[in-house]
């Protein structure tokens, strides 16, 4: 994180001593973004801990956990599926499972079907694309969920 900081400030000085009025203008842009997410970043992380809090360790690693099979996979898939998370607490919180003991290739399943398959805005999505083809999209990205989850499997 250090280095990553480092490398930013040192861009932002090149960027400053080339065009001093854009890169004020460009990093009074990315504070604005920011302090537009922190409500909805504060807030998801706030839920995720409650969350956290009630569910006790055991009883996530019993259903999720590296033992857990193919029943672990389709619980991961069922709430990334379920879920409207964006994706800078998706990947917070999968450090998170991890830690917890949840298994990579349970993990996987769970950010591609986070990523790539909509249940709670399939609505909208079939009103720009038809039914059909949003449920045939959103059921090929589950299974691809699921074999990118025995792909890893098969790596690790």
Do not use: H, Q
């Amino acid at each position: 994180m250090l280095v990553l900081s480092v490398i930013t400030g040192v861009c932002i000085i090149v960027s400053f001593l080339f065009d001093s009025k854009k890169t004020i203008k460009g990093v009074k842009k990315g504070l604005t973004m920011f302090l537009n997410l922190l409500p909805t970043l504060l807030l998801m992380l706030a839920l995720v801990s409650i969350v956290f809090y009630l569910v006790p360790n055991e009883t996530m690693i019993k259903y999720m956990g590296k033992d857990s099979g193919v029943a672990g996979w389709l619980i991961a898939a069922s709430l990334g599926s379920l879920s409207l998370i964006p994706g800078f607490i998706a990947f917070p919180l999968c450090s998170i499972l991890l830690k917890s003991g949840v298994g990579y290739p349970t993990i996987a399943v769970f950010i591609t079907t986070l990523m790539m398959v909509g249940i709670v805005t399939l609505p909208v999505e079939a009103k720009f694309f038809g039914w059909k083809t949003s449920i045939i999209r959103n059921a090929v990205s589950f299974v691809a969920a699921l074999l990118i989850g025995i792909i890893m499997m098969l790596l690790l």
